[in-house]
């Protein structure tokens, strides 16, 4: 697994995007950019914010796969390349859960020795 170019170049598009679709929503709604919004985001603000979030993680050709760790019994988001079909990230890694359930396992084992 590796953050790669591909990761850091999806992080910097999203966060540029969501930077400008602020400015744009606090325009629209013509609020100061040091006072928060206090009515609600119009529904046509949220639907230009869905559209390119979706057109922003598209063009990053990767798709979210959901994964199941048996020892922990919880799933796990990994962020995989389209073209390569290599796990561009882990979220959270898989190493720490298998980390945690080592951890538990060893704690188990050592609460089971003492009682």
């Not at 019994?73 to 980390?99: G, H, R, S």
């Amino acid at each position: 697994m590796t953050g790669g170019t591909i990761g850091v170049h999806t992080q910097q598009k999203v966060n540029n995007f969501m930077n400008q679709l602020i400015q744009n929503v606090r325009i629209e709604e013509k609020q100061p950019e040091s006072t928060p919004l206090e009515k609600p985001v119009s529904e046509k603000s949220l639907q230009n914010a869905v559209n390119g979030m979706n057109d922003v993680v598209s063009s990053a050709n990767t798709h979210l796969k959901f994964e199941y760790h048996d020892r922990l019994n919880e799933y796990y988001v990994t962020i995989v390349d389209d073209i390569t079909q290599e796990v561009v990230k882990e979220i959270p890694a898989k190493k720490f859960l298998d980390m945690h359930a080592d951890m538990a396992e060893f704690m188990g084992l050592l609460v089971d020795k003492k009682a």
